[in-house]
Nanobody
């Protein structure tokens, strides 16, 4: 089981920005497809964004143009840059990973084996 650690969640005003980080202590993420999911109170977990080993990406419609997922190979970290945040983005954000060293694509469906504990993002004035 791969341990994933998210960080960067915070309270931010509408229109603000946050950058979430996902790391796997002691493990190189180069061969893993990584995705971000979120779950708001009373709602089901939904896919937000994903990145493949070759940096192919996919985004959920509500976040397209506002969120960017990226890899920092040297830091062994996957980021989720979130801009122009709205109260509807309030949720616990989870990082997930699947071993997939050959596929150029990724998925934001929840078929991932490894999950982090989540980080809280609250957008409120």
């Amino acid at each position: 089981q791969l341990q994933l650690v998210e960080s960067g969640g915070d309270l931010v005003q509408p229109g603000g920005s946050l950058r979430l980080s996902c790391k796997a202590p002691g493990v190189t993420l180069d061969s893993y497809a990584i995705a971000w999911f979120r779950q708001a109170p009373g709602k089901e977990r939904e896919g937000v964004a994903c990145i493949s080993v070759s940096r192919g990406t996919d985004y959920a419609e509500p976040v397209k143009g506002r969120f960017t997922i990226s890899r920092a190979i040297a830091r062994n970290t996957v980021y989720l840059q979130m801009n122009n945040l709205s109260p509807e983005d309030t949720a616990v954000y989870y990082c997930a990973a699947n071993w997939n060293p050959r596929s150029p694509i990724c998925t934001i469906s929840p078929h991932y084996t490894n999950w982090g504990q989540g980080t809280q993002v609250t957008v409120s004035s």
